[in-house]
């Protein structure tokens, strides 16, 4: 990636902020810079763009993109090793991509050491793709249960729909996850990138994740 242009993100982020806008007819939408190919050298440009809302991907770079600019609030949105759950806990808002029980048992172990109570998304595999990441629909309600017990607070659902060249053809992913989320009274919706963002806010997201069309 060529070193970021703080006017040019600038200007991506207001269009991206417009379409947002638009598609979700005036509901508040968070707009999160996904910046995993982004180097820890150009993050300062993503900041005087305007951008407050970063997410990584890496645990190992989250460290040190955090500490090299706290000034932005992060959220871990990659997949996520039970393993990196004590380093990535101090550093985040929100984790996007809780998904095991693995997982699960260290946000229990570390967050109730540091009494923390961490905000988190489940992540889900609306579609079913096999080995893909994500809890089945089917199987939500009990990790929700197992979730309960520990001191995070499940306070949404995250998905990755089946890669489509048409955006469309995520609408019904996107509905789907909104449905499971509304029937359980979960309040955020994770969901959107840069190829199909306006439908996801469409169909309810409170994030989307905006990589490559904020930087190009």
């Known amino acids: 990636m060529a070193a ?23 509901r508040p939408v968070r707009i ?7 180097p820890v050298e150009d993050l300062g440009a993503l900041v005087r763009a ?20 706290p000034e932005l609030e992060w ?27 693995s ?3 260290q946000l229990d172990r570390h967050a109730r050491a540091g009494g923390l109570s961490p905000e988190v998304l489940v992540e889900v595999n609306v579609a079913g793709e096999p080995g893909k990441s994500g809890v089945a629909p089917g199987e939500l309600d009990a990790f929700l249960e197992r979730a309960a017990a520990t001191p995070a607070s499940v306070v949404g659902l995250m ?11 995520s609408r019904r992913w996107f509905a789907a996850l909104r ?24 169909e309810g997201a ?8 904020l930087f190009r």
């Open 206 to 213: 409170t994030i989307v994740r905006i990589g490559s069309r």
């Open 159 to 169: 998905a990755m729909p089946p890669l489509a060249a048409d955006p469309e053809d």
């Open 32 to 38: 999160l810079a996904a910046v995993k190919y982004v």
């Open 75 to 101: 959220h871990f949105i990659g997949h996520l090793q039970s393993r990196r759950v004590k380093a990535i806990l101090p550093l985040v808002t929100l984790i996007h991509s809780v998904a095991s029980d």
């Open 179 to 202: 449905e499971l989320a509304e029937a359980r009274g979960l309040r955020e919706l994770s969901m959107g990138t840069t190829q199909d963002f306006a439908v996801a806010a469409q």
């Open 50 to 69: 305007g951008v407050t809302l970063a997410g990584e991907n890496r645990a190992q770079d989250l460290e040190v993109k955090a500490a090299a600019h």
């Open 4 to 26: 970021l242009d703080a006017e040019v993100v600038r200007r991506n982020l207001a269009e991206v902020r417009e379409e947002v806008d638009a598609a979700a007819g005036g």
């Open 103 to 105: 997982v699960l048992a």
